[in-house]
């Protein structure tokens, strides 16, 4: 299956987002690197392990991560010892648990010729904790189709796709990510709804986009994470390229949104086009932005602007479809319109967040033919400087009735297309800080297996507050 699809820029007015999927299934496996000698998998033991034992350890039991995994049944834990692995591991039995002793010193490498690290193919419940991949043509780490995953501690640097990436997955939990060198984005969460989905503590860094989630929204919170330094910062979308649309729902809260102005990343097309903006909602609906502190931006610190789809599938569903679920959605044939859409951005709330030094506008609202001001969006208690429209707040404040001219500032966001933007770099070769140590998963040598049976996991979002900034 390939579900990647890169929207007609010259058409679209907006910056969006994410690509879907699933590559070759190819899986080249080798033994780490201190033996640097190919081995063949099928002379690999098979379940000659006592029934008790529920451990498999790489390399003791089995020579390669994909053999142990192989022979795990439920319930099991692959334990994978420091080492270069050069393997494209593929899961396909359910509530495994596969875990490095060492994030900085496991590491999958692609050797810019395999597809994915690892990839979890409707398998359930299936954890990955505790260790690095790179430079793999597509993706770090993949859960595709999945019921229940979670990804703990990982490092993704420097792949062709996405770093971690959950596509047409629900009930999970991605948490201590590192994720840098992604053309796409080094985070994405896609085509689900209701996701009920977490994304804790990443820092995602120098990708085109630091997180990404087409359609995908319900229970989806992102929180308490990094993102800086890629073209452009937090962008969920809306777009009938891919199922269960629109991008809704999605909660934004408690995360740090700095100087994603860089040129020299590696790019998709729709990155180059978002480049300077902080918080970006394109073409989504009922998102709540809260408590995030975002700055130094070229564009746009928090921006509501709009896509338009070239060739779409379908057109966008009216506000009372807005809660149909993606198993229902699914199920519905769509009517392609044979001409383009418009997806607006409508009925977001941007509360509570501290926006400065975003060269252009703070806060951003604007469409492409469409009255703003009926398109629901509300603005209330954020440390500000500019607005477009101006006096945002007084136009539009939540949970109140606003009053004012909703010409005065208005933004002609279709003016990006004519901008010249800095092309992409080859991900192979692009300019990436040195990946520096990560942190741990504490114990991981002696915590018992366990499987994403319990995700995602309960979030006091009350409590979250605006960051700090850096020194």
Not at 148 to 157: E, I, M, N, Q, V
Not at 159 to 177: K, P, R
Not at 222 to 237: C, E, L
Not at 361 to 383: H, P, Y
Request: proline fraction near 7%; charge should be negative; aromatic fraction near 8%.
């Amino acid at each position: 299956m390939n579900r990647r699809l890169v929207a007609s820029v010259a058409a679209a007015v907006l910056i969006l987002v994410a690509c879907g999927a699933d590559k070759s299934a190819t899986t080249t496996t080798s033994a780490p690197s201190t033996t640097a000698v190919a081995v063949d998998t099928t002379n690999a033991p098979e379940t000659t392990v006592e029934a008790a034992k529920t451990t498999l350890t790489v390399p003791d039991d089995y020579p390669t991560i994909q053999a142990a995994v192989d022979a795990a049944k439920p319930g099991y834990l692959v334990l994978v010892k420091p080492g270069t692995y050069h393997e494209a591991v593929n899961v396909t039995t359910d509530d495994l648990t596969i875990r490095g002793l060492d994030r900085n010193t496991v590491v999958l490498d692609g050797k810019f010729e395999l597809d994915n690290g690892v990839r979890v193919l409707a398998a359930k419940h299936v954890a990955v904790e505790n260790m690095t991949a790179q430079n793999y043509t597509h993706n770090g780490f993949f859960w595709t189709g999945v019921d229940g995953y979670r990804g703990s501690y990982l490092t993704s640097y420097r792949t062709g796709d996405y770093g971690v990436y959950a596509f047409d997955s629900i009930n999970g939990q991605l948490e201590h990510i590192y994720a840098a060198g992604s053309p796409d984005a080094g985070v994405y969460i896609g085509e689900c709804f209701p996701c009920n989905a977490v994304l804790d503590d990443a820092v995602s860094e120098h990708n085109g986009l630091g997180y990404s989630g087409t359609n995908s929204g319900g229970n989806l919170l992102i929180i308490n994470s990094t993102f800086r330094f890629n073209r452009a910062g937090v962008v969920p979308n809306s777009g009938s390229y891919e199922l269960c649309y629109p991008n809704r729902e999605t909660t934004i809260v408690g995360n740090l949104v700095y100087s994603n102005n860089q040129a020299d990343t590696p790019s998709i097309d729709v990155a180059l086009l978002a480049m300077g903006n902080g918080i970006l909602v394109a073409g989504g609906v009922k998102n709540d932005i809260e408590r995030n502190l975002v700055y130094d931006h070229d564009k746009s610190g928090i921006g509501l602007v709009p896509y338009l789809e070239d060739d779409p599938n379908d057109s966008p569903p009216p506000p009372e479809k807005w809660s149909t679920t993606c198993v229902d959605s699914k199920t519905q044939k769509p009517a392609k319109p044979g001409k383009a859409v418009l997806w607006d951005s409508q009925r977001n709330r941007v509360i509570g967040n501290v926006l400065s030094d975003n060269r252009q506008i703070d806060l951003l609202v604007a469409s492409a033919g469409t009255d703003v001001s009926t398109l629901g969006n509300c603005f209330s208690d954020n440390t500000f400087t500019s607005s477009a429209p101006n006096k945002i707040e007084t136009l539009a404040p939540c949970d109140a009735t606003g009053t004012g001219d909703w010409k005065d500032g208005e933004y002609n966001v279709a003016a990006w297309l004519g901008e010249t933007h800095p092309p992409s770099v080859d991900w192979k070769t692009a300019t990436l800080p040195p990946l520096q140590p990560q942190t741990n998963m504490p114990d991981a040598a002696t915590a018992p297996a366990h499987p994403a049976t319990d995700v995602p996991f309960k979030v006091d979002l009350a409590a979250i507050k605006v960051p700090t900034k850096p020194a």
